[in-house]
């Protein structure tokens, strides 16, 4: 039975439609980001024919679609044979009933997407937060240099930028799992040190 499941999903799936359906992103070269290492760049190759498989340069993860959905999700072969059965609306070669598994394969999904929305829009304010810090580092640097312990701007923004940049980098880098867990903490943290950063920009205006 399972050879008969594994057989028909391996005859129906190809690897990189899989890796679409499944939320990675691959380029037009059947190229992806490999989701079982840090990968910055695309280092993933996916077959498009069905049978096919899948092999990472970085990291040399490989197989088939189903060790593919088995990694991605963590399960056995052969729930990943299901899983893909079931969402790609084949018909397995027994009764069986997915519906509570089919539940679980979109909750997923959509929780990967919400991730995915929620660290872009992260990054984008992280970084416009940075080209404020380091403008204004730029901007009272000189002066500051004179009178440094008097300028509060400077000294809040010497301290604030390494750990910006900080959070920055471990955004660029944490592995997914990691991050899901912090990225709320970062999030606040932004928003904490964009609202201070405010205050102090106010203080100093009016002081000049
Ligand atoms: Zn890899």
């Known amino acids: 039975m399972k050879t008969d499941l594994f057989q028909m999903v391996k005859e129906n799936v190809s690897p990189l439609q899989a890796a679409h359906f499944y939320g990675l992103r691959v380029n037009r070269n059947g190229m992806a980001c490999c989701p079982f290492h840090n990968d910055r760049h695309p280092s993933m190759k996916l077959d498009a024919k069905n049978g096919g498989g899948f092999h990472c340069f970085g990291c040399q993860e490989g197989g088939d679609v189903i060790t593919l959905v088995a990694r991605l999700f963590g399960s056995s072969n052969y729930d990943a044979a299901k899983r893909i ?80 940049e900080d959070y920055y980098d471990y955004l660029l880098d944490a592995p997914e799992a990691d991050l899901k867990e912090n990225i709320g903490e970062i999030e606040r943290r932004l928003s904490e040190s964009v609202r201070e950063f405010d205050e102090i920009r106010g203080r100093s205006e009016r002081a000049s």
């Open 85 to 164: 059965a079931d969402d790609f609306g084949l018909s397995v070669p027994r009764e069986n009933s997915f519906e509570s598994e089919e539940t679980e394969a979109q909750r997923l999904q959509r929780e990967r997407l919400t991730h995915g929305i929620r660290k872009r829009e992260l990054c984008k304010n992280l970084l416009a937060h940075l080209s404020d810090l380091r403008k204004v580092k730029y901007q009272t640097e000189s002066e500051a240099m004179k009178a440094m312990e008097k300028n509060e701007a400077y000294s809040w923004v010497i301290g604030r930028l390494d750990q910006v």
